[in-house]
């Protein structure tokens, strides 16, 4: 091979490898009308502060948790991943990017808004709520985003053991097959990882025939071996994963199948569950 069939070859070989990092590596933010968030009109019951959201989870406060697990996590090399399902407009997630910049943040969202629909609309909602300045959003990395309806047995796409927090606000009230989401949640958190849920909303736990309280199905289940509890604020539960992470709770209605055309009485959230004994 003479000198300019080699050279060429490397040349080839560099500009595939330069191409190669380039797609594989994600634009931190793309071009966008940067004046766009001063006409936009959020929907009140998605703009909750993350203020509104410690007050609900009292006497702990996320930022405290998300600081206890960073610091252990950094000393371990390890990254700390946090999670927020129904993440509604990200304004939760992005004051929490604030002031945990090295945190990798996720937000799940079941379907896409006129006002949220794509990871740059984080950069929206920051801008909206004076969270972050346009150069700081510049130069940030965006928590990922997914949009997908986990209703009806649905799965989150990742691996087991990848998160180290994982809640919900004003969200688990429209989902049908809460407890089976729950385990979906135990199934992705780390040994030890901890989830908070917020607005359980109304959901039928049965005992021997018996409709229980929430705080009384809760200590059922806790007698289980599962770490969990009810909080001061009516229909707050957290839950840490154990070895034994499968909730003892059968739904009155089983999953179906396929889920394309459910009837919107089936897809009614209000639904029963019986405790397995």
Same mark, same amino acid.
């Given at each position: 091979m003479n000198l300019r069939n080699i050279l060429l070859f490397i040349s080839i070989t560099i500009i595939g490898l330069c191409l190669s990092m380039y797609f594989q590596s994600e634009p931190r933010v793309r071009s966008i009308n940067w004046d766009q968030y001063k006409n936009l009109q959020y929907n009140e019951e998605r703009s909750h502060s993350l203020d509104d959201?410690? *007050? %609900?989870?009292?006497?702990? /406060? $996320?930022?405290? $948790?998300? @600081?206890? &697990?960073?610091? *252990?996590?950094?000393?371990?090399?390890?990254?700390? /991943? &946090?999670? =927020?399902?129904?993440?509604?407009?990200? /304004? &939760?997630?992005? =004051?929490?990017?604030? %002031?945990?910049?090295? &945190?990798? @943040?996720?937000?799940v969202n079941k379907e896409k808004t006129h006002t949220f629909y794509r990871r740059e609309s984080f950069i929206m909602t920051a801008l909206k709520f004076e969270i972050f300045t346009k150069e700081e959003a510049e130069a940030m990395d965006l928590p990922y985003l997914i949009f997908q309806d986990l209703d009806f047995g649905g799965r989150l796409p990742y691996e087991a053991n990848k998160f180290d927090l994982i809640y919900s606000q004003n969200t688990m009230k429209y989902i049908k097959y809460k407890f089976e989401l729950f385990s979906e949640i135990m199934r992705v958190l780390k040994p030890n990882g901890v989830s908070f849920h917020t607005d359980l909303g109304p959901v039928n736990i049965y005992a021997k025939g018996l409709l229980l309280e929430l705080r009384d199905a809760v200590g059922l289940v806790r007698k289980k071996g599962l770490d969990i509890q009810s909080l001061e604020t009516p229909d707050t539960l957290v839950f840490k994963k154990t070895e034994n992470n499968i909730f003892p709770l059968e739904p009155h209605q089983p999953i179906p199948e396929k889920n394309e055309n459910i009837s919107q009485e089936m897809r009614r959230p209000e639904m029963g569950y019986n405790f397995v004994e």
């Open positions: 959201l410690n *007050k %609900k989870t009292t006497p702990y /406060r $996320l930022e405290d $948790l998300i @600081f206890e &697990v960073y610091a *252990k996590n950094h000393m371990a090399g390890e990254k700390t /991943r &946090v999670m =927020e399902i129904g993440a509604g407009n990200g /304004r &939760v997630l992005m =004051e929490l990017k604030k %002031k945990f910049p090295d &945190v990798e @943040f996720y937000g």
